[in-house]
């Protein structure tokens, strides 16, 4: 009896120590002009989430890319990086309710650091668009919800900051000299054909 004792007060300790960490985008709004966000949430199955878990290394050099050129730069860089690696993502979810929770299911011992790299994207009038973030969190005995991973540039974990997304990127935005060159072309073509 002794020894059963001693295994469940094992057992409980165990799982008291550790825990899970769920990242949540926050409220995930439509594209306006721009890609900026309007005041409307997004539809259920919208938005389609994807999220890695990284190591600290992979994690330093996003956040080395924020620190030195912006929010901007760091979201380019993952989305290129990520953009065609969604069928290896750790957990990946559509939106319900405006908003999407992914979590990689592995329970992490308490004071576990974790890193996370979070890719939203969405199909609107036509065009592509993304979010792409980091984040960070040192894991609580309990399981615990990251927020903001959509809203706030680099989320509300350890590292978060108050600095808003302030809305979708395009996934590709053509030049806006293609068109102009591809008519001047066809001008060009035309006239010297009238001549010949």
Request: aromatic residues 10%; hydrophobic residues 40%.
């Amino acid at each position: 009896m002794k020894k059963l004792m001693f295994m469940l007060a094992t057992a409980v300790a165990v799982a008291v120590q550790a825990g899970q960490v769920k990242w949540n985008s926050g409220e995930i709004f439509t594209a306006g002009t721009g890609g900026a966000f309007t005041t409307t949430d997004v539809a259920d199955g919208a938005v389609n989430g994807y999220l890695w878990m990284i190591t600290e290394t992979a994690f330093n050099s996003y956040k080395d890319l924020y620190d030195d050129k912006g929010y901007a730069e760091m979201s380019k860089t993952i989305y290129a990086d990520y953009k065609d690696k969604t069928g290896t993502a750790s957990k990946s979810g559509t939106s319900s309710d405006g908003a999407i929770t992914l979590t990689d299911g592995k329970t992490y011992s308490n004071g576990t650091d974790v890193y996370a790299v979070l890719l939203y994207t969405m199909t609107q009038g036509g065009d592509d668009y993304y979010i792409a973030n980091i984040g960070d969190y040192t894991a609580k005995t309990a399981a615990k919800t990251v927020y903001d991973m959509a809203t706030v540039q680099l989320g509300g974990g350890t590292s978060g900051t108050s600095a808003a997304i302030s809305g979708w990127t395009a996934a590709s935005v053509p030049e806006p000299t293609s068109g102009l060159l591809l008519l001047v072309g066809g001008a060009l073509l035309g006239l010297r054909r009238r001549r010949a």
